[in-house]
């Protein structure tokens, strides 16, 4: 049913009767209710994406400030990466290198190596994103860390074992001053036998009681090296290494007795097959004579050393 409204009419300068029906109303209504939201809708979207409060300012600016953390503790990170790799390097291609042990593979060294990125295909939040890329290089250098120090601690332990090789090896002559050698390492004449045979080391001639020291750290064995040496030492310095003292006057050491290089062990003398006072000197290494020449390095400048190579290439007569 229509309802009876007056409005002033300008015009005629008069109120004037309207009728509006309830279809009037019902479009003034709508009209008065989407103007009302429309306005609401842009306050809205002003207050929440125009605006920010200061709540929101105060978030955003801790937001900016952590994402600035987070950069630079990624680029520490790639810093460390660095400094990691040339531990690695330098343990690979210096330490391990000098003590002739294989480099660790790269696939152990880093089982990060052929895996893709976590987060490569991750559209993510950019603080996010940065938080699980430092944690991906935080998990790698963690490992890193664990195996370098195994690896670390493996090249120490060859340290200790490089210096007691270094101790093993007879690098010193078995008589002080010695500038020559009476008959070499090699096939010789045999002076009482009278055969040529194998000579498994050196004669160094000198007068009856001159002291002789070990050439190297190890220990007195039992063993006497075989028959027609007379009074023998034989050491074990261990790596593969035996040294052998014979012709001796008198021993001084006993059997099972521990032995550091240049300790006095016995003296010269002319006993067993022996045609004159003199020391027999051989190295064993691996049971197997090697000329012991060779082996003079520790204390002997290299015009000595020349000389008594030279003499032990001569091709003489053995004393024994």
């Known amino acids: 049913m229509a309802k009876s409204f007056y409005y002033f009419n ?21 009209w008065l209710v989407a103007t ?23 978030l955003q600016k801790e937001n900016n400030e952590l994402k600035q953390k987070l950069k630079q503790i990624d680029q520490q990170l790639d810093v460390m990466q660095i400094v990691m790799n040339d531990i690695q390097d330098r343990d690979d291609n210096i330490y391990r290198s000098i003590f002739e042990v294989e480099p660790i593979p790269i696939e152990k060294r880093n089982p990060f190596f052929n895996r893709d990125t976590k987060y490569d295909n991750i559209a993510e939040h950019e603080t996010v994103k940065l938080l699980n890329i430092i944690s991906d290089k935080t998990d790698q250098m963690i490992v890193q860390m664990a195996l370098e120090k195994r690896s670390l601690d493996t090249v120490s332990s060859l340290v200790n074992r490089k210096s007691e090789m270094l101790n093993a090896i007879p690098a010193i002559r078995p008589i002080k001053n010695m500038y020559s050698v009476t008959s070499g390492f090699g096939r010789r004449f045999h002076p009482i036998l009278k055969t040529i045979r194998m000579h498994t080391g ?23 090296g075989g028959s027609g040496y007379g009074v023998t030492v034989v050491i074990n310095h261990g790596y593969s290494y035996q040294t052998l003292y014979a012709h001796m006057s008198k021993r001084i050491v006993k ?16 006993t067993g097959l022996s045609m004159g006072a003199h020391l027999h000197y051989e190295v064993l290494k691996g049971g197997s004579p090697v000329n012991p020449v060779h082996y003079f390095f520790s204390d002997i400048t290299p015009q000595e050393y020349d000389a008594i190579l030279e003499s032990s290439k001569k091709i003489n007569q053995a004393l024994s």
Do not use: C, H, M
Request: net charge positive; charged share 25%; hydrophobic share 40%.
């Open 255 to 270: 059997t099972g007795q521990r032995i550091k290089r240049g300790q006095l062990i016995g003296y010269v003398g002319n």
């Open 36 to 58: 009302a939201l429309s306005f609401a809708l842009v306050f809205v979207w002003l207050s929440f994406y125009v605006i920010d409060s200061p709540k929101e300012r105060k």
């Open 202 to 224: 050196i004669d160094i001639t000198a007068p009856k009681g001159t002291p002789i020291y070990a050439t190297a750290d190890g220990t007195v064995s039992a063993d006497q």
């Open 10 to 30: 300008p015009t005629t300068l008069s109120f004037e009767k309207t009728e509006f029906t309830f279809k009037d109303l019902a479009k003034r209504a709508l």
